[in-house]
């Protein structure tokens, strides 16, 4: 009987073990695979081309802390803010092409291509690791706000054209692009001022600077639950009725506003990193991906409305077709 209790407690410490050696060290098949490859010997490097407390900077910091585990080695984030996000993208384009400087991405990326801007070309400097987040981006006052509504906001923007102020990260980027491109729908002219940090534009808005405060679902929303912000619309086809404190905000549309732009956040390397290193970051990122961890923060930050990951071949044909379409849209040929 002794035999039996003692051999079934063996058996549960290996597999205890097992496990755990799995959770705090990633699994034995990247184990093998990072020893075949002799990669990463060293920290590996992410890039947020944009400044602490956004999206991009909460999502990237997630994910380089469930990616630690999987490679074993350290994963660290780097903000390097300025130019719509061309200074962090620069940096990555000029890093050697070893794959332990990887940029994290947005379609500012894809519009600053279109856009034809020097130094660095998303098609031309990078290859694509893999797209993590699909993301809806909505607008919201300040609780203190004299707007209490998207009718308010308007009426007074039709009175006074280019009075209305909305913030944003950065000139010449996404978030510019789409508080012109919701004005132009519908019918009114903001006044953009873009701001180098989204903790800046968060301060903005609560000081009083500007009227409207931008953001995706993922950072917006701990503004509305601190009670810090009336959210007024969602740019979007529908009502995101599935999150409490926006189930009853118009969506773009049911107000005859047809814009819809979103955002997407993913991963590059530059161009020349060997097809063998690339294989494993794609693959490290889908672990971080499908990992418990990162599905129940996901849930809670309400990050999975849409499925976000996407491989790097789909991703890279995602990069051709955005840049057409910004470039189409911006007047680009």
Known sequence: MKLRVSSLLIISFLIFASLF????????????????????????????????????????????????KI??????VVNRAGGGGIDGMVYVAKAPADGYTILQITPSHAIATALGRPNADLLRDFEPIANFQIDIQCFGVSKNSKFKSLEDILEYARANPGKVKIGGTSPGGLDEYMANGFAKAAGVQFLYVPYNAASETKAAV?????????????????????DQIRPIVVLHHKRLEMIEELKNVPCALEKGINFTQGSWRGFAVRKGTPQQIRDYLSEAIKKVYESSEYKEASKKDMS??????????????????????????????
């Open 304 to 333: 999975d409305i849409i499925p976000g990951y996407i491989g790097p071949k789909e991703y890279g044909e995602m990069w051709v077709s955005e840049i057409a379409k910004f470039k189409e849209i911006l007047g680009k040929k």
């Open 71 to 76: 490679v074993n080695k350290p994963v660290n």
């Open 21 to 68: 050696q799995v959770q705090a060290g990633g699994s034995k098949e990247q184990i093998e695979k990072s020893k075949a490859l002799d990669f990463p010997k060293r920290p590996i490097e992410i890039v947020v081309p944009f400044g602490p407390g956004g999206s991009s900077d909460m999502m990237t910091r997630q994910v380089a802390s469930i990616m630690t």
């Open 206 to 226: 609560l000081g009083g600077e500007i009227d409207i405060y931008q953001d995706k679902v993922l950072s917006f929303l701990t503004m509305v639950r601190a």
